[in-house]
């Protein structure tokens, strides 16, 4: 498969997974809003942080290293020791489920039952659903491998539509079932997730002719069930140097778990702040991050699988295909450039607007006091975080072994964003050097377009000032109107500067077409 035709599927797999987290995060922030009117902060407190940080936690320890390692180089590998150490998630998600259930049981402060009830059902629920999800983990690697992307949507849309309905109807109907309510919901989504996935490979597997079609490695249901004497190529269970792969990255992940899901760690394990205030905190950070998980999220996790398939690990770039390399430069400087943009309009216009959309979405609890303040530095935030996630991408899906292992890569996470930024800069720049290619360029804009911002954001903090949020709703439809129009001239010099970036989302970035490889 050429490189031209990978970036057209990691394209289409971005574009699609960008449209999903659109639907999600509008069914969210809905969603929550009305759980606000039934239910407690503190029980919203206890979801949302508490038990959606077990949740994440046992999923991140036990697959996030596997997936990365074994989305490198899908076309070369045995794929019958691909699927046997994939495995290997459900044992150690067993393992992170029951260590993690007791420590959140046994050595967290407990909630008042009459506030918060059925704490320990939640916590016994929601490790069972991480370990259900990890059930399903062979078959996503291999949906992701081959850019299945209807697939890809109808799953998680799917889980995710009926998660929401089930949750808001028990809570209308029955809100005093606390966190039975949030358990049946997520264990819903998770059963229904892994189906999708296991009934659609059944399908496809059980049909000689379409398994053809699809150029799948794999014959029968049978091929992705781990077996130890199944491998064609030799005799080991798994491939030992993707093992060593994944053990590299399960390092550098436990770190960056750790700096990812700091604030949580910090409020579960040193009571910080009372289960009613996280809560409110939890709100106005899903807030803050809705534009980087709304965008930046599944463009990083296409592109890595576009960077993983086109370039080689344990290559310089001079030593590789001349043209997969210029694509993957061109691609890198497109992304650098759209994540450059997206943050500082994030960044620029999200500082003069972060009170009046707490006030719309939350009332006076949420627009007064520290949340606006705390939204503003997420804005700041997401623009360390849009640049971050693209270098990193293509850093993970470039680095030998011994690169992933580096003591250098390891501290810039433990540091802060802006360092490991800088590390993966240096990594594409040194990575690059002997090539003609400059992908790093993305990375500048246009003295207009820089004026612009600058001059938007002025504008903008002076109409909040004058105009939001104590002077009624005409004076906050005139704050409002005043944004879009300063927005309308940003992206229109942006527009009109960064024909390249334009030329690269209009040719790559457009809408899936539904006649894709997975109807």
Same mark, same amino acid.
């Given at each position: 498969m050429g490189s031209r035709e990978v970036l057209g599927?990691? !394209?289409?797999? !971005?574009?699609s997974g960008l449209l999903l987290q659109m639907l999600f995060r509008l069914i969210t922030f809905v969603l929550n809003a009305f759980v606000l009117r039934f239910l407690s902060k503190e029980i919203v407190g206890i979801v949302n942080v508490r038990l959606t940080l077990l949740y994440s936690t046992t999923l991140f320890l036990a697959r996030e290293a596997f997936r990365r390692a074994c989305l490198s180089g899908a076309a070369k590998r045995d794929w019958s020791q691909t699927v046997s150490l994939l495995w290997l998630t459900v044992p150690l998600g067993v393992f992170w489920s029951l260590f993690l259930g007791w420590v959140w049981l046994q050595l967290l402060e407990v909630p008042d039952p009459h506030v918060v009830p059925h704490y320990g059902t939640g916590v016994v629920v929601f490790g069972f659903s991480a370990v259900v999800e990890l059930l399903g983990e062979p078959f996503w690697v291999l949906a992701q491998?081959?850019?299945?992307?209807?697939?890809k949507v109808i799953a998680e849309s799917l889980s995710v539509i009926l998660k929401s309905v089930l949750t808001a109807l028990l809570v209308l109907w029955l809100p005093h079932w606390g966190l039975y309510i949030f358990s049946l919901a997520q264990l819903s989504y998770t059963t229904v997730l892994v189906l999708c996935y296991v009934i659609y490979f059944a399908k496809v597997l059980g049909s000689p002719e379409s398994a053809k079609q699809q150029a799948l490695p794999v014959s029968s249901m049978t091929d992705l069930l781990p077996s130890m004497t199944r491998s064609?190529?030799?005799?080991?269970?798994?491939?030992?140097?993707?093992a060593k792969l994944t053990w590299s990255f399960f390092k550098q992940s436990f770190l960056k778990q750790i700096l990812?899901?700091?604030?949580?760690?910090?409020?579960?394990?040193?009571?910080?702040?009372?289960? *009613?205030d996280q809560g409110v905190y939890d709100i106005v950070n899903n807030l803050g991050s809705l534009v980087a998980r709304l965008i930046f999220q599944p463009i990083e996790e296409s592109f890595y699988i576009f960077f993983a398939k086109v370039l080689e690990r344990e290559k310089d770039a001079t030593l590789q295909k001349q043209e997969d390399v210029a694509v993957a430069a061109a691609v890198l400087e497109s992304l650098l450039k759209l994540a450059?943009?997206? *943050?500082?309009? +994030?960044?620029?216009?999200?500082?003069?607007y972060s009170q009046l959309v707490l006030? +719309?979405?939350?009332?006076?609890?949420?627009?007064? *006091?520290?949340?606006?303040?705390?939204?503003? !530095?997420? @804005?700041?935030?997401?623009?360390?975080?849009? +640049?971050?996630?693209?270098?990193? @991408?293509?850093?993970?899906?470039?680095?030998?072994?011994?690169?992933?292992?580096?003591?250098?890569f390891i501290l810039a996470n @433990?540091?802060?964003? *802006?360092?490991?930024?800088? $590390?993966?800069?240096?990594? +594409?720049?040194?990575?690059? $050097?002997?090539?003609?290619?400059?992908?790093? !360029?993305?990375l500048f804009l246009s003295p207009v377009l820089l004026g612009t911002f600058a001059l938007s954001g002025g504008i903008t903090a002076i109409s909040e000032v004058f105009l939001c949020c104590e002077w009624g709703w005409l004076a906050r439809l005139a704050h409002v109107a005043v944004g879009a129009l300063c927005l309308g001239v940003t992206l229109g010099t942006a527009f009109l500067t960064e024909t390249k970036l334009i030329h690269f989302l209009r040719t790559q970035l457009g809408v899936p077409r539904l006649a894709d490889k997975t109807t």
């Open positions: 599927q990691a !394209a289409r797999l !971005a574009s491998a081959h850019m299945f992307v209807r697939l064609r190529v030799s005799n080991a269970f798994v491939n030992w140097e993707e990812t899901e700091g604030e949580r760690y910090v409020m579960t394990f040193l009571n910080v702040l009372n289960f *009613g450059l943009l997206t *943050g500082l309009t +994030i960044t620029v216009f999200g500082f003069a006030d +719309i979405y939350g009332g006076a609890m949420l627009s007064s *006091g520290s949340g606006p303040v705390l939204l503003r !530095a997420y @804005c700041l935030y997401v623009l360390l975080l849009a +640049i971050n996630g693209v270098t990193e @991408c293509f850093t993970f899906a470039a680095m030998s072994k011994e690169e992933v292992d580096s003591v250098g @433990c540091f802060n964003m *802006g360092i490991r930024i800088t $590390q993966s800069l240096y990594f +594409i720049h040194r990575y690059y $050097q002997k090539s003609p290619h400059r992908p790093l !360029a993305g």
